[in-house]
C-alpha cells in the first residue's frame, strides 16, 4: 500500500498543502517547529481516527479556521481510493470515500493504513495502561474495523453507568428499600448487561491480538538489542482469576465471568462512584527477563521495547497481505547506531516509508542511496500567524 497524494486544508500550520508522493522512501526536512510532523500526524488521523499527539480535535485546525480537510488517495494492489475527512472541532467530523459521503468516519478505517513510530512512543513502555490499550485497540481496529464502533459503544455505556454511579450513588445504597432505589439498580442491571457483552468482544479481541503480539514482540526485540534480557508481553485484565480456569479466550465466557465480577464489585463500585471491572482498567504489561519494563528498563532498553511494539505491528499487519505505510517521525536522532541499522533494514524493505527529520545529518548514512523524494518544510509569518510551506523559500526582510 502506498499513499499516492495528500492534500491538506487548515491543518496545524498547513492552511493548504499538495504532494505527490511515490513507493519508496520520502524525507521531509524541517527544523523544530516548522510543521513537518504536522503532514504524518493528518496522514496518520486518516488511518485512525486519532492523533499521536493529542487528544482533541481542536489543536488540529488552523487558527481562525472553522474546521480542516484531509484528502489522500491511496493505492493497494493496483485498486485506487480516495478518502477524505473533515474535521469539525465543534461538530461530528465527516468522512468521504470517493465521491461518497459516508455514514460514519469510522468506514474510513482500513482504506489506509499506517505504523508510525515517534519519540510519543516512550510513552507505550512508561506511560500509563491507557497508552498501551490505545495501542492495541487500534491495531485491532486498522485490522477489523467493525471493532472501532464496538469500542465507541462500551465507551458510551461506560460513560452512562459511571455518570449513574456517581449521580445516584444514594438511592444505590438505599437498594430494593426504595422505589428509586429500586429503579436506580434496575438501571443498572442494564448497563452492566450491555458492558459484559460490548467489553467481552473488546477483549476478546485483545487476548487473540496479545497472542499475536508475543512471539512477534520477542523477535523484534531480541534482534534490535540481542545482549538485553528477553521481551514478553501478556494482557491483564481486572477479570484474570475468573478466566484463569479456562483454556482459551471465548467472548460467550468473558462476557459470564465480567457479569459476576460486577455482581461481586458492585458494593465497592457504588462506594467509589466508578466502574472498576472491564477493559478500560486493563493493561498490556511488558516484561523484560522477570521484571516489568516500566520503572526496570533502561532509556536504551525502553526505545528498544518501543520499537520493538511498532515493528510487531508493522509485521502483523503486513502478514495480512497488504504492507502498511511506514512513518517514522523524527526518531532517528534519538536511536544509536544499532538501533538505526535495524531501522533501516525494515524501511528499505517496506513499500512506502515517511520519515521526517530536523537535519539531514539525523539521517542514516546508509539510507541515502534508497531515498525516492526528499522534500524541505519551511514557514513564513503572515498576519493570521505563522503557516508551513513545501519546497519554498521563506520570504527574506528588507
Not at 32 to 51: C, D, P, R, W
Not at 147 to 171: E, F, H, S, W
Not at 377 to 396: A, K, M, W, Y
Request: aromatic residues 6%; glycine residues 6%; charged residues 25%.
Amino acid at each position: 500500500m502506498y499513499i499516492r497524494s495528500l492534500e491538506l486544508r487548515d491543518f496545524r500550520s498547513w492552511p493548504e498543502l499538495k504532494v505527490e508522493l511515490e513507493p519508496g522512501i520520502t524525507i521531509f526536512i524541517g527544523r523544530n517547529g516548522f510543521g513537518k510532523t504536522n503532514i504524518v500526524e493528518a496522514i496518520g488521523y486518516l488511518a485512525h481516527l486519532s492523533s499521536h499527539r493529542v487528544s482533541a480535535d481542536a489543536p488540529l485546525v488552523r487558527a481562525n479556521a472553522t474546521d480542516s480537510r484531509i484528502s489522500a488517495v491511496a493505492v493497494n494492489q493496483g485498486r485506487e481510493l480516495a478518502a477524505h475527512l473533515l474535521i469539525k472541532p465543534h461538530a461530528a467530523n465527516q468522512g468521504q470515500i470517493n465521491r461518497t459521503r459516508v455514514k460514519s468516519p469510522r468506514e474510513l478505517l482500513g482504506v489506509i493504513k499506517t505504523v508510525l513510530f515517534a519519540p510519543e512512543d516512550l510513552a507505550l513502555v512508561r506511560g500509563e495502561p491507557a497508552e498501551r490499550r490505545r495501542y492495541l485497540d487500534d491495531i485491532i481496529a486498522t485490522r477489523r474495523p467493525r471493532m472501532a464502533g464496538v469500542k465507541a459503544d462500551y465507551d458510551k455505556v461506560l460513560k452512562q453507568r459511571n455518570a449513574l454511579l456517581k449521580t445516584a450513588t444514594i438511592p444505590l445504597r438505599r437498594g430494593y428499600g426504595t422505589d428509586e432505589g429500586a429503579a436506580a439498580l434496575a438501571t443498572l442491571d442494564t448497563w452492566d448487561g450491555q458492558l459484559a457483552r460490548l467489553g467481552s468482544e473488546v477483549m476478546a479481541a485483545r487476548f487473540a491480538l496479545v497472542q499475536e503480539l508475543s512471539s512477534q514482540v520477542h523477535d523484534a526485540y531480541q534482534t534490535i538489542a540481542p545482549e538485553s534480557r528477553p521481551a514478553a508481553v501478556n494482557y491483564k485484565t481486572t477479570i484474570d482469576q475468573g478466566l484463569s480456569q479456562f483454556p482459551g479466550f471465548d467472548a460467550g465466557i468473558i462476557e459470564a465471568t465480567l457479569l459476576t465480577e460486577l455482581a461481586a464489585k458492585r458494593q465497592r463500585e457504588i462506594e467509589r462512584g466508578m466502574s472498576l471491572v472491564g477493559p478500560h482498567r486493563d493493561d498490556l504489561e511488558l516484561h523484560l527477563g522477570g521484571q516489568p519494563a516500566k520503572g526496570f528498563a533502561s532509556h536504551g532498553e525502553t526505545w528498544s521495547f518501543a520499537l520493538s511494539m511498532r515493528i510487531a505491528e508493522f509485521n502483523l499487519l503486513r502478514s495480512d497481505g497488504t504492507d502498511p505505510i511506514l512513518i517514522l517521525d523524527d526518531v532517528f536522532s534519538e536511536l544509536d547506531a544499532g538501533r538505526r541499522e535495524k531501522l533501516v533494514v525494515i524501511a528499505r524493505d517496506a513499500e512506502q516509508v515517511i520519515i521526517t527529520a530536523a537535519v539531514s545529518d539525523d539521517l542514516p548514512a546508509n539510507l541515502a542511496d534508497a531515498i525516492t523524494a526528499r522534500h524541505t518544510v519551511t514557514v513564513r509569518d503572515t498576519d493570521d500567524g505563522r503557516i508551513s510551506l513545501l519546497d519554498e523559500q521563506p520570504e527574506t526582510q528588507p
